[in-house]
């Protein structure tokens, strides 16, 4: 059973720091992509960050380009979310996803990002 695991979440000033992580367990086909995505009540969930690991490529969504950086541990199935410079906006629920080599999509149940201004 794959399961998706969060850690890192919590309530920080604007302008501080913040890494969320997320350790993936019970894949059999590898992961073809690992991202984060966020999402405020009454919104639709939006992707944060992106990383093919095929070719190790970065995707971001335009509001957290330049502050925030995807990245993975070496060698296990672990990735990262480093936020830097917080702002009040950045407040959400944050979620790790995976996607599998045959396509399959997974979540992890959430962590709470607060930025208080």
């Known amino acids: 059973q794959v399961q998706l695991v969060e850690s890192g979440g919590g309530e920080v000033q604007a302008g501080q720091s913040l890494r969320l992580s997320c350790a993936h367990s019970?894949?059999?086909?590898?992961?073809?992509?690992m991202a984060w995505f966020r999402q405020v009540a009454g919104k639709q969930r939006e992707l944060v960050a992106s990383?093919?690991?095929?070719?190790?490529?970065?995707t971001y969504g335009d509001s957290v380009r330049g502050r925030f950086t995807i990245s993975r541990h070496d060698t296990k199935n672990v990735w990262y979310l480093q936020m830097d410079n917080l702002r009040p906006e950045d407040t959400a629920i944050y979620y790790c996803?995976?996607?599998?080599?045959?396509?399959?999509?997974?979540w992890g149940q959430g962590t709470q990002v607060t930025v208080a201004s």
């Open positions: 996803n995976s996607e599998d080599g045959l396509g399959a999509k997974y």
């Open positions: 019970g894949t059999l086909f590898g992961i073809k992509t």
């Open positions: 990383l093919l690991t095929s070719r190790g490529s970065t």
